[in-house]
């Protein structure tokens, strides 16, 4: 299954540039956005509330300078109608239990994972959600 569009949200250019590709050769997307700021992201987000055009996925990293990925996942599930169709997975490059255990009880985040995004994990995003 092709989804429309997949968003990344991570700070660092390398990772949004590997996750990027790997999405692009898995075919996994139509159409791959690119973030590197949760605000500029959220703002974006707002503005497609009306036009229904909201992420099947969103990738977003958990320490980002302005907002972390905590409050995204709050202020992205607010902007209401629409946004309970978007996947949303946490990407770290550390996984700590605490946070493992805090993702299990949100029910807005569909997975918690260790960055970069690979193809196997790819593969099991696509086999397990859609």
Do not use: C, H
Request: no cysteine.
């Amino acid at each position: 299954m092709k989804l429309k569009k997949v968003l990344l949200i991570d700070d660092d250019d390398t990772v949004n540039f590997i996750n990027r590709k790997l999405i692009e050769k898995s075919a996994l997307a139509e159409e791959i956005v690119v973030q590197r700021s949760v605000l500029t992201a959220l703002e974006v987000l707002r503005s497609e509330v009306g036009q229904g055009q909201f992420p099947e996925l969103i990738f977003v990293d958990i320490n980002m300078p302005e907002m972390d990925g905590w409050e995204f996942v709050d202020k992205y599930s607010a902007l209401g109608k629409g946004t309970s169709v978007t996947k949303i997975i946490l990407l770290t490059s550390l996984i700590d239990p605490a946070d493992t255990q805090r993702a299990e009880t949100i029910s807005a985040i569909s997975a918690f994972k260790e960055k970069p995004v690979s193809l196997e994990m790819l593969g099991e995003i696509e086999n397990e959600m859609f």
